[in-house]
């Protein structure tokens, strides 16, 4: 089974400062990492993904996250946010050997203050 | 790539109408996946797709709600007899075969039931 938390429903940050969101996760198999950003009334657009290999994955717009695996976690950082960046961000998991299905967070929405 | 395309954009209907959702996936995936969101909530999976199979199909989808691809492009997803409690986004996605290959999000189709 697999699951996604992610820490911090709302995460408020200055424009030029460091951008931190959080995500744990839980997989009984070697994981698939996603994060997805979601801006209002449209669908989801991929950021960046961890598959296998280097641990510290690129992403767009600046984005990164680093996949740990000993504290099961997939942080997405930026280091400088942009107002643009304001948005609904998600974190999900799927496993190898899974179908492809996605399980999500529960989504955590970034404000940047000007 | 044209992306994702999901008809239509908003729906209003009475309580106990039903309803059909159309989704045009990416044309070179053979996995379509429908997902529901809900206010402050991240995607729920609902049902997948491998080219005209349902493979796989979530507690969450009741009996009331049906889902086809019948030619193993285009899916439609009905919901017979709605209920207040259906209102939400309906997403879908597409991906090609493999646990690792992202998830292409369309924009959605917003439900609303009063």
């Known amino acids: 089974a697999q699951s996604v938390t992610q820490l911090g429903s709302h995460v408020s940050v200055s424009e030029g400062a460091l951008v931190l969101l959080r995500c744990n996760y839980s997989?009984?198999?070697?994981?698939?990492l996603f994060w997805y950003v979601q801006y209002p009334n449209q669908g989801l657009q991929l950021l960046l993904k961890?598959?296998?290999?280097?641990?510290l994955v690129k992403g767009i717009n600046g984005f990164e996250a680093e996949f740990k695996k000993s504290e099961t976690s997939f942080h997405l950082t930026k280091p400088s946010a942009h107002m643009s960046d304001a948005a609904e961000y998600f974190c999900?998991?799927?496993?190898?050997?899974?179908?492809?299905?996605?399980?999500f967070g529960k989504g955590t929405k970034l404000s940047v203050k000007p | 790539d044209t992306g994702v395309s999901q008809n239509p954009r908003h729906k209003i209907t009475k309580r106990g109408q039903n309803v059909t959702f159309r989704c045009d996936p990416i044309?070179?995936?053979?996995?379509l996946y429908w997902y529901r969101q809900t206010l402050g909530q991240g995607p729920e999976f609902l049902t997948y797709?491998?080219?005209?199979?349902?493979?796989?199909k979530s507690r969450l989808l009741s009996d009331r709600f049906s889902a086809e691809r019948p030619k193993g492009s285009f899916s439609t997803l009905e919901i017979q007899r709605t209920e207040q409690g259906d209102s939400a986004m309906y997403l879908c996605?597409?991906?090609?075969?493999?646990?690792?290959?992202?998830?292409?999000f369309g924009n959605g189709t917003r439900l609303t039931v009063t």
């Open positions: 996605a597409s991906s090609q075969i493999g646990g690792a290959s992202p998830l292409h």
């Open positions: 997989s009984s198999v070697p994981p698939y």
């Open positions: 961890y598959t296998t290999g280097a641990t």
């Open positions: 999900a998991v799927s496993g190898q050997g899974s179908q492809g299905n996605l399980i």
């Open positions: 044309s070179e995936h053979n996995r």
């Open positions: 797709f491998q080219n005209e199979a349902q493979l796989e």
